[in-house]
């Protein structure tokens, strides 16, 4: 793995310009209490025509709802919603104001819209409804009838998590029962997994897209090293490079308090990282520099693309991760 970092160091160096076009809380998990995210109009901007290479941002329904996030994002995951114990989805958490917005915003820029289904504190029915053929039945109806009401592109499952062998197999089986449903609608599924589960093989052919959550990891959470490291991991599963999207993040865990979280924002405007600093105040995070190389690294290895936990912790100015993604992947 290190004489590889070498020369993918290497290789970026070298890449990144073109990449860029020839010239780097889980942090805080929504609760209950929270009030829904008012939505400012979108400013009329000409679309920008999206690649194949997918740039997958997660909205938090406690966040507010950036129109111009459609400039750079192709697709954006509303998160989120759950399952209930009768097969039920429960949407209360989801604005009807900020999901019309999205609507606007797809119209705009052609951004995608999905909806997470779970996430930490809100997987509690999955076990019951996924290991029983006729909760996930009506489960699959639900989903499907939701998404065609509200005119989404599809959903991304986040069951956080499987405890045993009967409940991965139950995951992957309400995986491939809601896509075939999606199929003759053309809508897509897709599943955020951490590298060190393993679903099975059959989980590719039930999933449209992965969302490798490539953070989160011991001390400093996300480093280049890892982020490698948990693709490979998954590659050598047997898993295709294309529907991997290496997940990366816009927040910071301190060093000596690893449940201390801290956005990207906020570590910016308290510390005033350069582009190539990923520590600062005690806070390991990606900045601009690891975030592109992260991106290089997917463009290189064939990925689907890279997924972002979350769009509400960047910042709006030129330290924007989000718009350092799309330098670095514009051809």
């Known amino acids: 793995m290190r004489s590889y970092l070498g020369l993918s160091l290497a290789l970026c160096v070298t890449l990144l310009p073109a990449c860029a076009a020839s010239t780097p809380p889980i942090i805080e998990r929504p609760q209950s209490t929270m009030t829904s995210p008012t939505v400012s109009a979108p400013t009329p901007l000409l679309p920008t025509p999206k690649p194949d290479f997918t740039i997958v941002g997660y909205l938090p329904?406690?966040?507010?709802?950036?129109?111009?996030?459609?400039?750079y994002a192709t697709d954006i995951v509303y998160f989120s919603a759950s399952l209930g114990p009768s097969g039920e989805l429960d949407t209360g958490r989801l604005s009807a104001q900020t999901l019309a917005a999205l609507r606007e915003m797809r119209s705009a820029?052609?951004?995608?819209?999905?909806?997470?289904?779970?996430?930490?504190?809100?997987?509690?029915?999955?076990?019951?409804?996924?290991?029983?053929?006729?909760?996930?039945?009506?489960?699959v109806r639900a989903i499907t009838t939701y998404c065609l009401e509200h005119e989404l592109d599809g959903v991304d499952f986040d069951w956080e998590f499987p405890g045993n062998a009967v409940e991965r197999e139950g995951y992957v089986a309400l995986l491939a029962e809601v896509h075939e449903a999606f199929a003759p609608h053309h809508l897509r599924v897709s599943v955020a997994l951490a590298a060190w589960q393993d679903l099975g093989d059959e989980l590719y052919a039930a999933v449209d897209r992965i969302h490798v959550m490539a953070y989160d990891h011991e001390g400093r959470h996300s480093t280049f090293d890892q982020a490698v490291g948990d693709i490979q991991t998954i590659l050598e599963r047997g898993a295709p490079p294309e529907k991997l999207l290496l997940g990366v993040p816009f927040y910071g865990r301190s060093l000596s308090h690893w449940n201390s979280a801290f956005t990207y924002a906020d570590i910016v405007a308290q510390h005033h990282p350069a582009p190539d600093i990923d520590e600062a105040g005690g806070v390991y995070f990606n900045g601009i520099a690891t975030i592109q190389q992260k991106t290089c690294y997917a463009l290189e290895q064939h990925l689907g693309g890279v997924m972002i936990w979350e769009?509400?912790?960047?910042?709006?100015?030129?330290?924007?991760?989000?718009k350092a993604i799309d330098e670095a992947k514009t051809p």
């Open 311 to 322: 769009l509400g912790q960047d910042t709006a100015d030129n330290t924007s991760l989000l």
């Open 109 to 139: 820029y052609g951004t995608r819209i999905f909806i997470a289904i779970g996430g930490w504190e809100r997987s509690q029915n999955f076990a019951a409804v996924a290991t029983d053929p006729e909760l996930r039945a009506q489960a």
């Open 61 to 71: 329904d406690y966040r507010t709802l950036d129109p111009a996030w459609g400039r």
